[in-house]
């Protein structure tokens, strides 16, 4: 087994990381679907939505406003655990409406 926190992994998880940051504020849809899971089995929980199945998480993104979707990442851990397994959380910061939000992601 792979020591926690293989400095490789924790790279590369991290450039995957920032390309799905990138793709989620510029909503670029077709790169978001190609980092999740195409699966019935995906799960993802919103600030106001729990979407399951990649059909359910496709019409929420098609669907949802693309204004203000730009934020302040901070606190970014990317912790693996042998060659397989990983978890990527975060918090972060942006403005809607001229109204301050802060959230976590994991």
Do not use: H
């Not at 670029?28 to 190609?34: G, K, M, P, Q, V």
């Not at 693309?66 to 990442?73: G, H, P, Q, T």
């Amino acid at each position: 087994m792979s020591p926690v926190n293989n400095p490789a992994l924790v790279a590369e998880l991290t450039q995957l990381y920032l390309t799905y940051e990138t793709a989620l504020c510029e909503n670029d849809l077709a790169t978001l679907d190609a980092l999740f899971w195409d699966s019935p089995e995906v799960v993802r929980f919103g600030a106001t939505e729990n979407l399951y199945g990649m059909e359910a998480i496709r019409t929420f993104r098609q669907e949802r406003p693309v204004k203000d979707l730009a934020r302040e990442i901070s606190n970014l851990k990317v912790v693996t655990f042998g060659n397989d397994t990983a978890t990527v959380t975060l918090e972060f910061y942006r403005t809607i409406a001229g109204i301050p939000r802060w959230g976590r992601q994991s």
